[in-house]
Protein backbone atom coordinates (compact mmCIF):
# COMPACT_ATOMS: atom_id res chain seq x y z
CA UNK A 1 0.00 0.00 0.00
CA UNK A 2 1.15 3.60 -0.72
CA UNK A 3 1.65 5.82 2.07
CA UNK A 4 1.14 9.96 1.86
CA UNK A 5 2.69 12.09 3.98
CA UNK A 6 0.99 14.90 3.80
CA UNK A 7 0.46 18.57 5.40
CA UNK A 8 -2.80 19.89 5.38
CA UNK A 9 -2.27 23.53 4.20
CA UNK A 10 -0.78 21.94 0.95
CA UNK A 11 -2.81 21.98 -2.36
CA UNK A 12 -0.40 18.88 -3.68
CA UNK A 13 -0.90 16.68 -1.14
CA UNK A 14 -4.77 17.09 -1.65
CA UNK A 15 -4.18 16.95 -5.54
CA UNK A 16 -2.21 13.59 -5.07
CA UNK A 17 -4.72 12.21 -2.28
CA UNK A 18 -7.81 13.25 -5.01
CA UNK A 19 -5.85 11.64 -7.75
CA UNK A 20 -5.84 8.36 -5.84
CA UNK A 21 -8.75 7.91 -4.78
CA UNK A 22 -9.90 9.24 -8.49
CA UNK A 23 -7.99 6.35 -9.19
CA UNK A 24 -9.49 3.64 -6.26
CA UNK A 25 -5.96 3.11 -5.30
CA UNK A 26 -5.59 2.08 -1.48
CA UNK A 27 -3.42 4.93 0.25
CA UNK A 28 -2.57 5.41 3.95
CA UNK A 29 -2.19 9.35 4.97
CA UNK A 30 0.52 10.43 7.46
CA UNK A 31 0.24 14.65 8.45
CA UNK A 32 3.70 14.90 8.93
CA UNK A 33 2.58 17.64 11.50
CA UNK A 34 0.35 15.83 13.79
CA UNK A 35 2.55 13.31 14.25
CA UNK A 36 6.52 12.59 14.49
CA UNK A 37 8.15 11.42 11.95
CA UNK A 38 9.80 8.14 13.29
CA UNK A 39 13.52 7.44 12.46
CA UNK A 40 12.36 4.04 10.25
CA UNK A 41 10.10 6.69 7.79
CA UNK A 42 12.71 9.10 7.62
CA UNK A 43 15.59 6.47 6.68
CA UNK A 44 13.34 4.52 4.61
CA UNK A 45 12.40 7.74 2.47
CA UNK A 46 16.38 8.77 1.93
CA UNK A 47 16.91 5.37 0.76
CA UNK A 48 14.30 4.85 -1.87
CA UNK A 49 15.06 8.30 -3.10
CA UNK A 50 17.42 8.69 -6.52
CA UNK A 51 19.15 11.68 -5.18
CA UNK A 52 19.01 11.66 -0.84
CA UNK A 53 18.15 14.97 0.08
CA UNK A 54 18.36 16.70 -2.94
CA UNK A 55 14.71 14.51 -3.66
CA UNK A 56 13.18 15.38 -0.15
CA UNK A 57 14.20 18.35 1.38
CA UNK A 58 12.54 22.21 -0.05
CA UNK A 59 15.81 24.46 -0.09
CA UNK A 60 13.61 27.05 -0.30
CA UNK A 61 11.53 26.36 3.20
CA UNK A 62 11.91 29.34 5.67
CA UNK A 63 13.46 27.07 7.82
CA UNK A 64 15.95 26.56 5.18
CA UNK A 65 16.28 29.90 4.33
CA UNK A 66 16.78 30.90 7.18
CA UNK A 67 19.91 28.92 8.33
CA UNK A 68 23.20 28.41 6.91
CA UNK A 69 23.48 24.32 7.55
CA UNK A 70 24.85 21.79 4.92
CA UNK A 71 22.84 18.65 5.00
CA UNK A 72 25.51 16.89 3.69
CA UNK A 73 28.16 17.58 7.20
CA UNK A 74 25.76 16.20 8.69
CA UNK A 75 25.76 12.07 9.89
CA UNK A 76 22.46 9.92 9.25
CA UNK A 77 21.25 10.51 13.40
CA UNK A 78 21.73 14.09 12.71
CA UNK A 79 19.96 14.34 9.64
CA UNK A 80 16.70 11.84 10.49
CA UNK A 81 16.93 14.32 14.25
CA UNK A 82 16.76 17.29 12.10
CA UNK A 83 13.65 16.59 9.80
CA UNK A 84 12.35 15.28 12.73
CA UNK A 85 12.07 18.27 14.36
CA UNK A 86 11.94 20.43 11.20
CA UNK A 87 9.29 18.58 8.90
CA UNK A 88 8.20 21.79 6.90
CA UNK A 89 11.43 21.60 4.97
CA UNK A 90 10.17 18.25 3.34
CA UNK A 91 8.62 18.21 0.18
CA UNK A 92 4.89 17.93 0.06
CA UNK A 93 3.22 15.27 -0.18
CA UNK A 94 6.12 12.23 -0.45
CA UNK A 95 4.50 8.93 -1.51
CA UNK A 96 6.56 5.83 -0.69
CA UNK A 97 5.40 2.39 -1.40
CA UNK A 98 7.25 -0.89 -1.46
CA UNK A 99 10.11 0.21 -3.42
CA UNK A 100 9.55 3.00 -4.74
CA UNK A 101 9.36 6.74 -3.74
CA UNK A 102 7.65 9.97 -5.50
CA UNK A 103 8.23 13.40 -3.85
CA UNK A 104 6.08 16.68 -5.01
CA UNK A 105 2.48 16.26 -7.10
CA UNK A 106 2.84 15.47 -10.44
CA UNK A 107 0.15 13.38 -12.40
CA UNK A 108 2.41 12.18 -15.23
CA UNK A 109 5.43 11.28 -12.34
CA UNK A 110 2.69 9.17 -9.95
CA UNK A 111 1.34 7.05 -13.04
CA UNK A 112 5.07 6.17 -13.38
CA UNK A 113 5.25 5.67 -10.12
CA UNK A 114 2.16 3.40 -9.69
CA UNK A 115 2.25 0.11 -11.70
CA UNK A 116 0.27 0.11 -14.26
CA UNK A 117 -1.54 -3.56 -13.06
CA UNK A 118 -2.17 -1.23 -9.86
CA UNK A 119 -4.50 1.52 -12.04
CA UNK A 120 -6.52 -0.97 -13.97
Do not use: C
Amino acid sequence: MVKIYTSPGSVSSRKAKSWFKTHDIPFEEKNIFKTTLDESEVKEMLVKSENGTDDLISRRSKIMRSINIDLDDMSLSELIRFIQANPSILRRPIMVDDRHIQAGYNSEEIETFIPRQRMI
